[in-house]
Nanobody, 119 residues
């Protein structure tokens, strides 16, 4: 199992970023997927998830209306469009396999991509 996140960076308050996660080593279209994030000194926070077929999505209240999760099962790719970014969104973002609604400790996840939002 390999998950490789990309697309992070430094952005100003109110800006946008699009994160991607390239999956390999497993049948991507058979698994629910999620994005989580971890800010310095804090535990992992579930952000958004999507069912295996892509038809159902879920969002944490803190990002609802600003973030959009999507997937392309033909390309084994998970994405997270992040708009109206705030400094509180600053964290390392990870894609995870196995649940669309929460993060389970020990779930497969990638190396992460840093998102920094300046005020």
């Amino acid at each position: 199992v390999q998950l490789v996140e990309s697309g992070g960076g430094l952005v100003q308050f109110g800006g946008s970023l699009r994160l991607s996660c390239a999956a390999s080593g497993f049948t991507f279209g058979s698994y629910d997927m999620s994005w989580i994030r971890q800010a310095p000194g804090k535990g992992p926070e579930w952000v958004s998830g999507i069912a295996s077929g892509g038809g159902t999505t879920y969002y944490a209240n803190s990002v609802k209306g600003r973030f959009t999760i999507s997937r392309d099962n033909a390309k084994n790719t998970l994405s997270l469009q992040m708009n109206s970014l705030k400094p509180d969104d600053t964290a390392v973002y990870y894609c995870t396999r196995g649940s669309a609604t929460r993060y389970y400790s020990g779930s497969y996840r990638g190396q992460g991509t840093q998102v920094t939002v300046s005020s």
